[in-house]
């Protein structure tokens, strides 16, 4: 077992601060997706909703499920902060994209 620096620790805890802010801003611009949307008497707002829960919420839970695996086979291989934390939220990116591209149809 190798023990590592305390940089390389600090540099580990930057990363996973990173990824969890590029999977807030996901859910952010979901919330803020679902409240842009009209209310009213045929408003789409409650099935938004009931989707996000039923269907995006258990999606990205396994996209920080994936995320975290990816951000620990990349702590040590990637120097950057910054960049371990963006390519390791990636599926949360690519999840946010699939939404973005459903409800621009």
Do not use: Q
């Not at 801003?25 to 919330?31: L, N």
């Not at 997706?33 to 919420?57: C, E, H, I």
Request: zero cysteines; charged letters at 15%.
């Amino acid at each position: 077992m190798t023990l590592r620096s305390p940089g390389a620790r600090d540099r580990s805890r930057k990363a996973f601060l990173v990824m969890l802010g590029w999977h807030g801003a996901v859910v952010v611009a979901y919330g803020l997706l679902v409240v842009a949307t009209p209310a009213g008497g045929d408003s789409p707002r409650p099935a938004m909703l009931r989707f996000g829960l039923a269907a995006v919420l258990p999606a990205l839970l396994v996209a920080l499920l994936v995320s975290l695996l990816a951000l620990r086979l990349l702590r040590d291989r990637v120097r950057s902060a910054a960049l371990a934390g963006t390519v390791a939220a990636t599926p949360a990116l690519l999840l946010g994209a699939v939404l973005a591209a459903m409800v621009a149809r």
